[in-house]
């Protein structure tokens, strides 16, 4: 199979259409927060809307990956940017008739998370049909930049237009991105070959789908490095959620932020580097050593309260999460063939990205219910860990941290010690670019 790579300026032209989207998105998503916490007083409700984002598109990843696989994929990101711009647009009008209530954003956030499946997966595809095999991990880390860039730039840029434009604006501010990324993918040509469009019309979506999981599990290698992530996915999602409380355990939401910020420039740096400096060599050994980093981040950061440490291993772990991500999303797209893009794409999101909501339940009943009360000031490891990284409110939490990094340095060692995953970028790629 033989795709045709398109010219430099069409990815740039479409990198940007979509940077610009996710900083719409990333607007919207940080003021609705604020706004559903001024309006509820509820914590949990924040908690719920994230887990609302990121369950329903894990679920409808394999249908969506055997779909983006059907489809044109440049038409399956226009129609789904089409339709998050109308359910954006659809808020915007609730907000201004004073209509809008909670559930709003509940039906909103699993639109948003299904539309995004398919935005992500045919994304991917994309990505590794507009660029050559060499230079696919510089592309990767240029999508990786532009997480950074939103990450960076939404929580200030938010802030100051809520005083200004107020939530409305904002909204109306990402309908625009919407129909920018729209305008770029009409404008630039995508070379996309008829993919195998007669044995699909033969098979049903289910036989497309046993085919591209028996091809994952004849790949031992790359079945093992999902694996791997989905224990990182596992243990991000849990820290995720315990950033909040690490921090204003003994700080402000002042000091959150920029912690929040710092983090932020970690994923830009990240993405900088592996996109300047291609890493097309010994991929593998990066990832290793990156997660080795993650995992010291981790351990550094619950070692004491203190916001200088809390923030330097805030900066190691996003730049290492943002070259880990660039890597892995690499190597399985180039050991995809390219008329299963979608559907590979689609089965390793699902394995990694279940273990995100677990996560994200797992930390506040381990935080809550185990860890916090072993180190209170009466707990049972109040006189030994305790002695070394403090009692009290938080340092519960911390434990947790460090635990985290402790499994996070295990599973690396183990990966590394599974030789199919230590060789993987040894084996011939079955992407054909030519």
Not at 34 to 53: D, P
Not at 95 to 100: I, P, Q
Not at 134 to 153: C, D
Request: include cysteine.
């Amino acid at each position: 199979m033989k795709v045709a790579i398109n010219k430099p300026g069409s990815f740039l032209i479409f990198w940007l259409g979509q940077t610009l989207s996710q900083i719409g998105s990333s607007l919207t998503s940080f003021a609705l927060g604020v706004w559903i916490y001024k309006s509820t007083g509820a914590i949990i409700e924040l908690g719920f809307v994230s887990f609302l984002t990121a369950l329903p598109g894990v679920m409808v990843s394999p249908l969506a990956g055997a779909l983006v696989d059907r489809w044109n994929r440049r038409f399956v990101l226009i129609w789904s940017d089409a339709g998050a711009a109308a359910n954006t647009l659809i808020v915007a009008i609730l907000f201004l008739s004073h209509h809008l209530a909670t559930w709003n954003i509940y039906l909103f956030s699993v639109v948003t998370s299904l539309l995004g499946a398919f935005q992500i997966l045919a994304r991917g595809a994309v990505v590794a049909m507009m660029v050559s095999q060499q230079q696919l991990i510089k592309a990767n880390g240029l999508m990786q930049l532009s997480v950074g860039i939103a990450q960076i730039a939404s929580p200030a840029l938010a802030g100051f237009l809520l005083l200004r434009i107020q939530l409305t604006g904002i909204i109306l501010a990402d309908f625009a991105t919407f129909l920018t990324a729209m305008m770029t993918l009409s404008i630039i040509q995508i070379h996309q070959e008829n993919i195998s469009r007669n044995n699909h019309q033969k098979l049903s979506i289910i036989d497309d789908l046993s085919i591209a999981w028996q091809y994952l599990l004849n790949q031992k290698g790359l079945l093992f490095l999902i694996l791997f992530l989905s224990v990182y996915n596992f243990i991000l999602g849990s820290i995720s959620v315990l950033v909040n409380p690490l921090v204003l355990s003994f700080s402000n939401s002042v000091f959150l932020g920029n912690i929040l910020s710092i983090g932020g420039l970690g994923m830009l740096l990240g993405g900088a580097a592996i996109s300047i400096g291609g890493g097309n060599s010994h991929r593998i050994q990066s990832l290793f050593v990156f997660s080795m980093l993650s995992g010291f981040a981790l351990i550094c950061s619950g070692l004491k309260p203190s916001i200088m440490l809390i923030a330097m291993s805030a900066f190691l772990f996003s730049v290492s999460l943002s070259i880990i991500n660039s890597i892995s999303q690499t190597i399985i797209q180039n050991k995809a063939t390219c008329e299963m893009q979608g559907r590979i794409l689609a089965l390793s999101g699902t394995i990694t990205g279940i273990s995100l909501p677990l996560g994200y339940l797992a930390a506040g009943l381990m935080a809550d219910y185990l860890f916090e009360p072993l180190l209170a000031e009466k707990g049972l490891l109040a006189k030994s860990i305790g002695s070394l990284i403090g009692v009290g409110p938080g340092r519960g939490v911390g434990l947790l941290f460090i635990s985290a990094g402790i499994l996070m340095i295990i599973a690396t060692v183990v990966a590394f010690c599974y030789q199919p995953l230590r060789c993987l970028d040894d084996t011939s790629m079955k992407r054909d670019i030519g």
